[in-house]
């Protein structure tokens, strides 16, 4: 039927044998929340705040996920146009592992008046950046070296690129699903 609505509902009720403090901000879900629809294109989630007097909803859906946050992050403060990449590769991690598949996405633009590189994995935000964070910088970093030798843009005695060099003015969000666990 054409209207008949899917999906999944969850409702949450912390046990008071588990839970000591169960006074959790309505932000910390928003903030879980938002991520998912950021990392998951097109899914709308909703978020229903029945702790006051009168529910109150609030929903995130992002269509081209990591491409609609970045432009929301940025908006008209870029001082470039945001571009998006997207690659599927397979390997390995060692000779005696298995081979797992990864999938990419990388959307960033660079600004004077945002700095903010975030970076997901099988849709969990990595606080603290992990592998995803060290190859986006080195494959970043070396492509921007590889252009700058080039195109002869280095001056005479100047060193090498590095991340830092360009981290203050990048806006970057990376997103990787991977069957390796």
């Known amino acids: 039927a054409p209207n008949h ?76 146009a945001p571009e998006y990449w997207e ?4 390997g390995r991690d060692r000779e005696d592992k298995e081979d797992y598949r990864v999938k990419l996405s990388v959307a960033f633009c660079f600004s004077n008046r945002v700095k903010l590189c975030e970076y997901y994995h099988n849709s969990s935000f990595l606080e603290y950046g992990g592998s995803p964070e060290r190859a986006v910088r080195q494959a970043f970093t070396s492509q921007i070296d590889s252009y700058l030798r080039t195109s002869g843009r280095y001056l005479k005695n100047e060193s090498k690129i590095t991340f830092a060099d360009v981290e203050d003015a990048l806006v970057l969000i990376s997103s990787s699903f991977s069957t390796h666990t």
Request: proline share 5%; net charge negative; with cysteine.
């Open 87 to 90: 690659a599927e590769r397979t």
């Open 5 to 80: 609505k899917t999906g999944t509902r969850q409702r949450w009720r912390p046990d008071l044998e588990v839970f000591t403090d169960i006074d959790i901000p309505a932000e910390y879900f928003l903030d879980v929340i938002k991520r998912q629809a950021v990392v998951n294109p097109g899914i709308q989630f909703e978020f229903v705040d029945r702790s006051g007097d009168k529910p109150e909803k609030t929903v995130f859906c992002y269509q081209n996920g990591i491409s609609d946050y970045l432009k929301e992050l940025v908006g008209e403060n870029g001082l470039t």
